[in-house]
Each structure stands twice: as C-alpha cells, then as structure tokens.
C-alpha cells in the first residue's frame, strides 16, 4: 500500500519535542511551546485541523489575514498557473503584468487621490517603505528638515528598526536604540472613560491634540510624518475614538506633515468597508498593508501613496532612478497572481459588504460575554473584538494565555497578547459561527 495522502499523513503525525529543536519560533515561548506544541496540518474556510486531528475554529483568520477564508480554490490556481508561466522576473528596471494589474486594482480600492502603491512582501517592508518615502519625500522637495517620525504609544508596526521605533511596544524596542528623531503620541485608550465602548468610543479625541506640544517641542518643521494604525490590532483592539483621526489629520495639515495609516491588520475589509482611510472618511497621504491582500496566501506588502507624494519624485532626470529602494521580490508575479484571485473573491462575494452588515451581529454577541468572569472591557469595531481580562494576581497574561490554551483544545482559535483577547475572524463566516466562537469562550472564560 502505498502511502496515504498528504494531508492525512500530516494529520497523522504525533509530533516529538526533539523534532521541533532547530526551528527557531518567532514572537513564540519556545521552550512552553515545544513542550507542549500545537501543530497545524490542513485549513479550510473557517477551520484548521490539527496534527493530532483536532478541527479547529479560526476566530483570528490566521494572523488577522485569511480574510477570505482558507484554500481558497481559486487563489491555489491563479498561483500554480502563474509559476508554470513566469515563476519570477527581476523587480528592478523590468516588469511583468500582473504587477501592474494588482496596482491598478489595488489604488482603485481607495479613495481621493491614493493611486500609486509600491510593493514589498510584508508588513515590515510596508511600513519601512512608507516611512523611507515620507523622509525622502520632503528631502527631495527641499524640506530636507523634516526628519522626524512620530508613532503612537501601544502601536505595532512590525520588527524593521523604523517599525519598532515608531513602534508603541516596550518588549519590541528595549533591546535596541532604534533610529533617532522619533516621538510618541499618548494611545488612546483608557479603561475607566471607555469601558465596553460599542464602536468607536466617545471620549478621547482630546488624545490627538498632543500632537500639538509634541510638534511644538520639536519644531513642526523638523516633523515628516505621523504614523498610526486607525485601529490598533496586535496590542488589543484598540478603537479610535470618535473625531481622533479627523483632528490628527487637521493638525498634521496645518504643520506640513504627512500622515500615514497602517492598514495591514484595517484593509481589505476587516471594518466592513476596502480600507479604514474609507470605513473613518479620513483620507491620510500614505496607506500601508500586506496581510488580507493575498489572503495570507503568499507573503506580500505594499504602501499606497497619494498623487501629490508619487509625483514629488518624478523630476530629476528621466534616466535617473527616482527612489532608491525596492526588493529583490517586490511585485513577485506569484503574489500579484494571488491578489488578483484574493480581489476577485472579495469583490464577487461582496465580502466587505458581508463584513459590514455582520458587524452589529457580532458586536452583539462580543458584549454577550459582558458578565462573564474577569472580563473588564470588551471593545469591537467590524469583524474585530478585544475582550480584556483582569490579570491573575502577580501574573500578567496568565489568564488570557490559559484561555487561549483552553480554546484551542476545545477546538477555537483565539489570539492573546497580554490580558486581551483579539478575534478578527474570516469574512465568509456566518451567524452560526459566530454564536458558536463567543458561546465556546464564553464558557472558557468561566473556567479561567
Ligand atoms: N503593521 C501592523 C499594523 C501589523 O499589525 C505589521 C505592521 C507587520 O506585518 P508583518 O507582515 O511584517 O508581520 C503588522 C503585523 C498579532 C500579530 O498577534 C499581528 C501582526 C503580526 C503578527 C502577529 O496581533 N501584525
């Protein structure tokens, strides 16, 4: 007999510890988790199955990216075609078409004038590509002064040394000096004013007016661009509050600094609309994402600039290369074959609009969990929900880390960072699944 397929014989593994040595885990307890590990064999549409064939519930779509749910059939053809037609084409001073179909396609998603998108293959990448344009950007129209960056507090823009600079997490920065000329604004949450805030919480718009001390400290001169994520994902579902990004956007106006939004974890529908910069009505003058944009299928990233930005650069001699970055793997054609598919299935299912219209659903059911033991803020906005816990005594993170344990072998994937539970799941999922993920933490939580 010969052996069985390849997902059963996947499924089929028992996992040794000894086995999992030279695997260096990121962002991972390495020793907990080889002691105890938790394997991954197979996923489709809302599930994962385990090595140990347990079926599993993905109320995280991956890492906040399967936004269409997993094995996407036609995702899986578009990239097997593509490598047995163009595998790769150098990125630099040559191109290939899927690439430029994917930009078209991709600035088409958002609004005013956002129509240049320059790619790389991660969120990292996007965020550093954004904040090398923004610095270049002013230096090339001869406000070379302006070499400043301001990030938030308990923001996550990925592990390039600008991303942790400008970078909120304490964990992610101390090891290292990061790159000089960086601030940051307060963040925006406060328990004791938002508090199982439905939406976007009313107090806190008065958080973006210390962008004015910060620019006074500095000179606005000496200020490039504001970073921010329109709602912070990896730190806990952190929702801006009502009128926050339409005043950071006012006050970056009226000093010549440019705004970026980090939608890595917002775009491709995760609030209901194609990009927070639309879900908000605010239109920044750079996007970042990556993520949702192949549906986690193939690692990609990409930064999208307004007009204003794009042309800025398009002066010197046309010989002349006018932005000196770039990847050995931007615009691969395997990822631009995926977006293409990736796009396609967003717009022919309407998956959005599905997000939209599930969304009051959802937030019903997050806040269903309100009296549930230790919980002491539940927060959503779109397809996401920060469920926070009050830490056991004298151990932070214990709490939500033995739920999230709990959840996964009870067949639910959650994410935990710190005492809060993020849920961002898949668009495709439906009403039932969605009773079933918070009535299976629900009774989690009452064991935690
Ligand atoms: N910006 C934002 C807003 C992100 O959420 C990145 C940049 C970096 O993307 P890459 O592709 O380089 O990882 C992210 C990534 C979590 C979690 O547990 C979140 C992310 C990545 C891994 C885990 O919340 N976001």
């Known amino acids: 007999m010969?052996?069985?397929?390849?997902?059963?014989?996947?499924?089929?593994?028992?996992?040794?510890?000894?086995?999992?040595?030279?695997?260096?885990?990121?962002f991972t307890a390495n020793r907990q988790f080889k002691a105890q590990p938790r394997l991954m064999a197979r996923a489709e549409g809302m599930h994962y199955w385990s090595t140990d064939g347990r079926k599993i519930l993905d109320a995280t779509a991956g890492l906040?990216?399967?936004?269409?749910?997993?094995?996407?059939?036609?995702?899986?053809?578009?990239v097997h075609r593509q490598v047995l037609t163009l595998d790769y084409s150098p990125a630099f001073q040559m191109g290939h078409p899927a690439v430029f179909e994917l930009a078209n396609r991709v600035a088409a998603l958002l609004p005013g004038?956002?129509?240049h998108v320059f790619f790389g293959n991660s969120g990292s990448e996007a965020v550093e590509t954004a904040l090398k344009i923004a610095l270049a950007y002013h230096r090339?129209?001869?406000?070379?002064?302006?070499?400043?960056?301001i990030g938030r507090e308990r923001a996550y823009h990925g592990v390039g040394f600008g991303g942790i600079?400008?970078?909120?997490?304490?964990?992610?920065?101390?090891?290292?000096?990061?790159?000089?000329?960086?601030?940051?604004?307060?963040?925006?949450?406060?328990?004791?004013?938002?508090?199982?805030?439905?939406?976007?919480?009313?107090w806190g718009a008065e958080r973006a007016d210390a962008l004015e001390p910060i620019a006074a400290l500095h000179d606005p001169s000496t200020i490039a661009a504001v970073i921010v994520e329109p709602v912070a994902g990896s730190t806990g579902v952190l929702v801006p509050p009502r009128g926050y990004l339409e005043r950071l956007r006012q006050i970056c106006d009226k000093f010549g600094i440019l705004l970026i939004f980090d939608e890595v974890i917002t775009g491709f529908g995760r609030l209901g609309a194609a990009f927070g910069v639309e879900y908000f009505g605010v239109l920044p003058d750079l996007v970042c994402c990556a993520k949702g944009i192949t549906n986690g299928s193939v690692p990609m990233?990409?930064?999208?600039?307004?007009?204003f930005v794009h042309d800025a650069f398009m002066t010197g001699p046309e010989t002349a290369i006018e932005f000196a970055h770039g990847y050995t793997y931007s615009g691969h054609p395997l990822a631009a074959a995926a977006g293409l598919a990736t796009l396609d299935i967003y717009a022919r299912e309407e998956l959005f609009q599905r997000?939209?219209?599930?969304?009051?659903?959802?937030?019903?059911?997050?806040?269903?969990?309100?009296?549930a033991p230790n919980v002491i803020d539940i927060r959503n906005l779109g397809l996401m929900a920060g469920i926070e816990l009050a830490p056991a005594?004298?151990?932070?993170?214990?709490?939500?880390?033995?739920?999230?344990?709990?959840?996964?072998?009870?067949?639910?994937?959650?994410?935990?960072?710190?005492?809060?539970?993020?849920?961002?799941?898949?668009?495709?999922?439906?009403?039932?699944q969605i009773d079933e993920i918070f009535g299976r933490l629900g009774e989690v939580l009452r064991t935690c």
């Open 140 to 149: 090339v129209r001869g406000d070379g002064a302006r070499t400043r960056l």
């Open 165 to 202: 600079s400008v970078g909120g997490i304490a964990a992610n920065r101390k090891l290292y000096a990061g790159i000089p000329g960086v601030d940051h604004l307060p963040q925006t949450f406060d328990l004791a004013r938002q508090a199982f805030s439905r939406g976007q919480p009313e």
């Open 64 to 78: 906040w990216c399967v936004n269409a749910g997993h094995a996407r059939r036609e995702i899986a053809e578009a």
């Open 355 to 371: 997000a939209r219209e599930l969304a009051p659903y959802w937030e019903e059911a997050a806040h269903g969990l309100r009296d």
């Open 113 to 115: 004038d956002l129509d």
């Open 2 to 26: 010969g052996p069985p397929e390849t997902s059963e014989t996947a499924m089929n593994l028992v996992p040794r510890p000894n086995d999992l040595e030279a695997y260096w885990m990121p």
């Open 393 to 432: 005594a004298g151990k932070p993170g214990a709490r939500a880390y033995e739920a999230y344990v709990k959840c996964f072998e009870r067949g639910l994937l959650i994410r935990q960072t710190g005492d809060i539970i993020a849920l961002s799941p898949p668009l495709i999922i439906d009403r039932a």
């Open 301 to 307: 990233g990409g930064v999208i600039v307004r007009k």
